[in-house]
């Protein structure tokens, strides 16, 4: 029986899901997202062109548990039984000022819970992708009292590298999102001057930075109320 308004039927362990076309919230190369409550949707396409979660990978995913890097946490099924995607936290996304403005010692927790992320993956031979698409108009991080990630689309599985070499590998793609997402774009919205543009050339290039890791950097140097004001120091030199 046809479901007015319903634009998919798709099922879960919780039983029969109707996404509505209200429930729509984006689409990308791999999957169209619904959103449900605190639940988002991955419902793959057809046809596709690019690496995706298969149902074995989804399956090993789902059974860590992480708190920040959000992994898939139901399989959705077609009606008929064949696998189509799955489902993960929605995290609503408050703004790069949100991430800004949290207190220090708030802020410091927040790291420490996306390194223990990054270590449990690692454990695993679980490498991260996609935390910075090609694509500038596609963020797959939500600002949200801490930095969330969510539908990288494919992790990758490598049992060449160390537990070690993988957790280095996956803290430093968060590095790169704080750097390029958080720093880069708040230090731009500063001022384009000369001087600005020198002093994250400066930034980028510490060898101290480049050595511990941002994350570890960053609770080392910082003595200001909030992430913002730390940049404004190091950026305008204040």
Known sequence: M???G???TI???RGIIHLYSYDFIGKGTEATVYRKGNTAYKCYHPFFYTDRLSLEEVQKLR???TSRI???QEILWSLTGKFKGYTTKYVEDYGIE???QLPTDFLIDEFHRLKQDCTILGEQSVLVADF???NSDVHNYSFHDGVYFFDPGKFRY?????SSEIIAYNSSMVDDVIYHGIIMKYGNFLGSSPQVAEAMKEWSCDTTYTSVGLMDYIESDIHEKNLGEYIKRKVLKK
């Open 2 to 4: 046809e479901v007015c």
């Open 6 to 8: 319903v634009v998919r």
């Open 11 to 13: 099922r879960t362990e």
């Open 63 to 65: 059974k860590l548990s």
């Open 70 to 72: 959000l992994l898939p």
């Open 98 to 100: 949100n991430i800004l």
């Open 132 to 134: 910075l698409p090609g």
């Open 158 to 162: 490598d049992t060449s590298f160390s």
